[in-house]
């Protein structure tokens, strides 16, 4: 393999047996215990620690698409990227309080169950053919590639057969269910935080041998110094990279509807929480919480690092390819100048990374596909075996799928983030609008619902192409559209997920009050406040962490 010594190989290999070791273990003690349980294949039902599910949240959380396409971006943009992190981590706690105890109390297992037993059969199996349209097309494509073209980078190997070791390699994992992938990503956290803040460290020092320094602390100092544009929070409108991270949107608009979206309403999400008691599932999505303080540290600043390398002429041409700038090759870059053994620890992080997060997602597709799709319309009588061995086979289907098409996306030509923000933000109002008045409005109706389903992904694709159909100039002083290089005013697409969760939700309750249910026939889920009230321990968590955010954006504005 290029660029490995015998060591790196030896480290890998270790972390590679650790990992399928440690699976099978657990997977040999849970079929012993329960068997082939269907509850427990797909939510490993009252089994999983807080700490093992807060792991789990980032192991799968955490990919290709930030070490990879977040580092990338923190090349290009800088710190603000970070938002999406940052971010987070306040969402995580807002799923902790007001969405997991309507999902428990009201015994939620898939998100598509969630909208039948509120909305109806119709509403669930549209979505839950969304889901898996989504999570295949762009979630599963688009971390296999990343992950496959940082790893062929590294080592030499060509494309297909990164791609194809990585798909294999989670496939494995999840076929041993939702236990198996809780606890080994519990091994893969650690190696992925373990390994990604020695790339920082290793990357920083590297900064500060270009002022004849050595140490992290004087490469962080350097850096600043070097790239002081790059600690930017909060973008103005003549920044050019505006339209990806539009100025106070980040904090007060569309980024909202990212992250409720992403951690609240996500079946590959929630399902880590969803077969835990409510505490435990507290304590798991706040441990995650402060893990995802770290994550600028661990992605971004090493894209920034490479910045600052590459202006200095550090780097050559490595960052281009085809004589193009290609920022995601910032990290698989990086890892290459490693030393031996080090690069050895952080190829295992990279890999940590991507496995746990294809294993969570293809989970997710074999738990929504057979709970919502295959037992509701195929075999309403299916054993448990039966659900279990279906579920199996949607993995190995939905991974096949995920190596053929991805080549095909186009998804390192405008930076792999991006693309999955960008196009899972398609779907993203619809979605949320519906769970909030689902949630908290009793009279929201089956055919409000349908309404979000369609109309967000419409409306989406509306503004999304609007610009080639008029002028929207009339948008631009009110900081809705910023003129391209070309001339031609578009929308933000955060904005974009902004205005349309907005009409939206407008729209479902024009529609419910226009045409309401039935009073025998409305579907309330149950719901009171004492639900919603957090224990002192949480409640000190939660302050340290908005302590940080508010401390981060005051010294960066």
Request: with cysteine.
């Given at each position: 393999?290029?660029?490995?010594?015998?060591?790196?190989?030896?480290?890998?290999?270790?972390?590679?047996?650790?990992?399928?070791?440690?699976?099978?273990?657990?997977?040999?003690?849970?079929?012993?215990?329960?068997?082939?349980?269907?509850h427990?294949?797909?939510l490993?039902?009252?089994?999983?620690?807080?700490?093992?599910?807060?792991a789990?949240?980032?192991?799968?959380?955490?990919?290709?698409?930030?070490?990879?396409?977040?580092?990338?971006?923190?090349?290009?943009?800088?710190?603000a990227?970070?938002?999406?992190?940052?971010?987070?981590?306040a969402?995580?706690?807002?799923?902790?309080?007001?969405?997991?105890?309507?999902?428990?109390?009201?015994?939620?297992?898939?998100?598509?169950?969630?909208?039948?037993?509120?909305?109806?059969?119709?509403?669930?199996?549209?979505?839950?053919?969304?889901?898996?349209?989504?999570y295949?097309?762009?979630?599963?494509?688009?971390?296999?590639?990343?992950?496959?073209?940082?790893?062929?980078?590294l080592?030499?190997?060509?494309?297909?057969?990164?791609?194809?070791f990585?798909?294999?390699?989670?496939?494995v994992?999840?076929?041993g269910?939702?236990?198996?992938?809780?606890?080994?990503?519990?091994?893969?956290?650690?190696?992925?935080?373990?390994?990604?803040?020695?790339?920082?460290?290793?990357?920083l020092?590297?900064?500060?041998?270009?002022?004849?320094k050595q140490?992290?602390?004087?490469g962080?100092?350097?850096?600043?110094a070097?790239?002081?544009?790059?600690?930017?929070?909060?973008l103005?409108?003549?920044?050019p990279?505006?339209?990806?991270?539009?100025?106070?949107?980040?904090?007060?608009?569309?980024?909202w509807?990212?992250?409720?979206?992403?951690?609240?309403c996500?079946?590959?999400?929630?399902?880590?929480?969803l077969?835990?008691?409510?505490?435990?599932?507290?304590?798991?999505l706040?441990f995650?919480?402060?893990l995802?303080?770290?994550?600028?540290?661990?992605?971004?600043?090493?894209?920034?690092?490479?910045?600052?390398?590459?202006?200095?002429?550090s780097?050559?041409?490595?960052?281009?390819?085809d004589?193009?700038?290609?920022?995601d090759?910032?990290?698989?870059?990086l890892?290459?100048?490693?030393?031996?053994?080090?690069k050895?620890?952080?190829?295992?992080?990279?890999?940590?990374?991507?496995?746990?997060?294809?294993?969570?997602?293809?989970?997710?597709?074999?738990?929504?596909?057979?709970?919502?799709?295959?037992?509701?319309?195929f075999?309403?009588?299916?054993?448990?075996?039966?659900?279990?061995?279906?579920?199996?086979?949607?993995?190995?289907?939905?991974?096949?799928?995920?190596?053929v098409?991805?080549?095909?996306?186009?998804?390192?030509?405008?930076?792999?983030?991006q693309?999955?923000?960008e196009y899972t933000?398609?779907?993203?109002?619809?979605?949320?609008?519906?769970f909030?008045?689902?949630?908290?409005?009793?009279?929201?109706?089956?055919?409000?619902?349908?309404?979000?389903?369609?109309?967000?992904?419409v409306?989406s694709?509306?503004?999304?192409?609007?610009p080639?159909?008029?002028?929207?100039?009339?948008?631009?002083?009110?900081?809705?559209?910023?003129?391209?290089?070309?001339?031609?005013?578009?929308?933000?697409?955060?904005d974009r997920?902004?205005?349309?969760?907005?009409?939206?939700?407008?729209?479902?309750?024009?529609?419910?009050?226009?045409?309401?249910?039935?009073?025998g026939?409305?579907?309330?889920l149950?719901?009171?406040?004492?639900?919603?009230?957090?224990?002192?321990?949480?409640?000190?968590g939660?302050a340290?962490?908005c302590a940080?955010l508010?401390?981060?954006y005051?010294?960066?504005?």
């Amino acid at each position: 393999m290029r660029n490995f010594s015998t060591i790196d190989l030896i480290v890998f290999l270790v972390y590679f047996v650790l990992v399928a070791g440690y699976g099978l273990w657990v997977y040999r003690r849970k079929q012993a215990s329960s068997g082939l349980a269907s509850h427990d294949y797909f939510l490993a039902e009252g089994s999983l620690t807080w700490w093992a599910i807060g792991a789990s949240l980032i192991a799968s959380n955490i990919s290709a698409e930030q070490f990879i396409g977040m580092s990338g971006s923190g090349y290009r943009i800088g710190m603000a990227i970070a938002v999406y992190e940052l971010m987070a981590a306040a969402t995580l706690v807002i799923v902790a309080v007001f969405f997991m105890p309507v999902y428990l109390k009201n015994r939620i297992y898939t998100m598509p169950q969630f909208l039948e037993q509120r909305y109806g059969k119709a509403v669930a199996t549209t979505m839950a053919l969304f889901w898996l349209g989504l999570y295949v097309v762009v979630n599963l494509t688009s971390i296999l590639y990343l992950g496959a073209l940082a790893i062929s980078s590294l080592s030499g190997i060509a494309l297909l057969p990164c791609m194809l070791f990585l798909a294999v390699f989670a496939a494995v994992i999840t076929l041993g269910g939702m236990k198996v992938i809780g606890y080994t990503d519990v091994v893969q956290v650690t190696c992925l935080v373990v390994g990604g803040l020695v790339t920082t460290w290793l990357a920083l020092d590297l900064v500060a041998a270009l002022a004849g320094k050595q140490g992290a602390l004087h490469g962080l100092t350097e850096l600043y110094a070097r790239t002081g544009e790059h600690f930017d929070m909060v973008l103005k409108r003549d920044n050019p990279n505006y339209m990806d991270l539009p100025g106070l949107s980040i904090l007060l608009g569309g980024m909202w509807i990212v992250n409720l979206n992403y951690w609240g309403c996500n079946q590959y999400i929630t399902q880590r929480a969803l077969g835990a008691d409510l505490p435990t599932a507290r304590k798991g999505l706040l441990f995650a919480a402060f893990l995802k303080l770290l994550m600028p540290v661990i992605v971004v600043l090493p894209g920034i690092a490479a910045f600052a390398l590459d202006k200095s002429g550090s780097l050559g041409d490595a960052m281009h390819s085809d004589g193009v700038l290609n920022p995601d090759r910032a990290y698989p870059i990086l890892l290459g100048l490693l030393p031996s053994g080090l690069k050895g620890i952080a190829f295992a992080a990279l890999t940590a990374a991507v496995v746990a997060s294809l294993a969570g997602k293809a989970n997710s597709i074999a738990t929504i596909f057979t709970l919502d799709i295959y037992t509701k319309l195929f075999n309403k009588t299916a054993s448990e075996q039966r659900m279990v061995w279906i579920g199996r086979v949607s993995v190995v289907v939905a991974m096949g799928l995920a190596v053929v098409i991805a080549p095909m996306m186009g998804i390192d030509k405008q930076g792999g983030f991006q693309y999955i923000q960008e196009y899972t933000g398609f779907v993203s109002p619809g979605i949320l609008a519906m769970f909030l008045l689902g949630f908290f409005w009793k009279r929201t109706t089956a055919g409000a619902a349908m309404f979000a389903t369609v109309g967000g992904l419409v409306g989406s694709i509306i503004l999304k192409f609007l610009p080639g159909m008029m002028d929207l100039s009339v948008l631009a002083p009110i900081g809705f559209a910023k003129a391209t290089a070309a001339g031609v005013y578009e929308i933000p697409f955060l904005d974009r997920m902004f205005i349309v969760f907005f009409v939206v939700t407008a729209g479902m309750v024009l529609i419910s009050k226009l045409a309401p249910a039935p009073a025998g026939q409305q579907r309330g889920l149950e719901i009171d406040s004492s639900m919603f009230r957090v224990d002192r321990g949480f409640a000190i968590g939660t302050a340290i962490i908005c302590a940080v955010l508010i401390a981060v954006y005051a010294l960066w504005w």
